[in-house]
């Protein structure tokens, strides 16, 4: 069953005030028929500092009239019609429970993973994604959320190509860890990954995302190892941990990691009060012109049903890297 629920990333359980809720530049919505456009911007420069945690959450202010008219750095990609792809056959993939042996945080820990139609009749290898969950929750939330389902559905139709879709038990480790050779990027990749790869057919081409926290993570760990990933996708990350190691904190590797290779795209729904908090992120990308995709949805906000609905535009982008070799 499909929780309805939102998700406050990992201030859940703290004595803090409320946030106040601020308002987000929101890009006009689109005709009923059009895809919300999609920005892939090389502009402005990036401030010395970036902001204290307090900057981050923005104060309410007056809604900006959207310009029609976007800045001459801006580029605007519009979405691209899906490559057919003959489908393999009629049998649906599976999406079974799994475990691992773990000297970080073990002695096991489980996964859920997805199987693409007819894995078990062919020899073929298969791209890989992992997808994080948020903070507080664990790997059944992906599944809850369908994105196994939707993978299913568009490979049946030919519409992507067959894919391994890994989704990692995080809690604890996840919940209470900031990065390093004890943490959970640690359990990813140094055993989550290897075992993955040895047990099934995968061919090398590895993506990873995730949802509040979890974008979190998945920026972690792609911006520290972008020799292990393709692409990184970030579905209303949340970015609060300000005060970690710079070496390790998303905002402060985004500066230098060497990711100009790297697939990145960030998705929020226009009522998200995280919004804020990723842009330290984006700034940094637009001042080293690294391309990237930022999608400000008309609706929605940091609950299930946004990331449900948009799933089906998950699945499609991490494919075509994949199947075209590009970004956009």
Not at 158 to 175: C, K, L
Not at 185 to 209: K, Q
Not at 285 to 312: K, M, V
Request: glycine share 6%.
């Amino acid at each position: 069953m499909l929780l309805v629920a939102l998700h406050w990333g990992w201030l859940i359980g703290c004595n803090s005030a409320p946030l106040p809720t601020p308002t987000a530049t929101v890009v006009k919505p689109p005709p009923a028929t059009m895809k919300p456009t999609v920005t892939a911007v090389i502009s402005a420069p990036l401030p010395s500092e970036h902001p204290s945690l307090s900057s981050l959450i923005p104060t309410p202010q007056p809604s900006a009239t959207p310009t029609s008219t976007p800045d001459p750095f801006t580029k605007i990609v519009t979405a691209l019609p899906p490559t057919p792809t003959q489908s393999p056959c009629a049998t649906t993939g599976t999406t079974t429970a799994a475990s691992y042996t773990s000297t970080i945080e073990g002695p096991t820990r489980t996964y859920r993973i997805y199987l693409p139609p007819c894995y078990a009749a062919e020899t073929r290898t298969y791209p890989t994604l992992y997808m994080l969950h948020g903070n507080l929750y664990g790997e059944e939330e992906w599944d809850n959320i369908g994105i196994d389902d939707e993978a299913d559905a568009l490979t049946l139709a030919g519409e992507v190509a067959p894919m391994i879709i890994v989704m990692p038990e995080g809690r604890r480790v996840s919940d209470n860890t900031s990065g390093g050779d004890f943490s959970y990027e640690a359990v990813l990749v140094n055993e989550l990954i290897p075992h993955v790869d040895a047990l099934y057919r995968t061919n090398g081409e590895r993506a990873i995302g995730g949802l509040s926290r979890g974008g979190y993570w998945a920026a972690e760990v792609a911006f520290r190892h972008p020799d292990l990933f393709s692409a990184v996708g970030l579905h209303a990350p949340v970015f609060l941990d300000t005060g970690d190691d710079r070496a390790i904190n998303p905002l402060w590797t985004v500066e230098s990691a060497e990711i100009n290779t790297l697939c990145i795209a960030f998705d929020f729904g226009s009522e998200d009060f995280y919004i804020s908090t990723a842009q330290p992120i984006r700034d940094a990308l637009l001042t080293r012109q690294i391309p990237h995709n930022w999608t400000i949805y008309p609706d929605g906000s940091h609950a299930y049903p946004y990331w449900s609905e948009h799933r089906a535009d998950y699945v499609r982008w991490y494919a075509q890297r994949w199947q075209r070799q590009r970004c956009d």
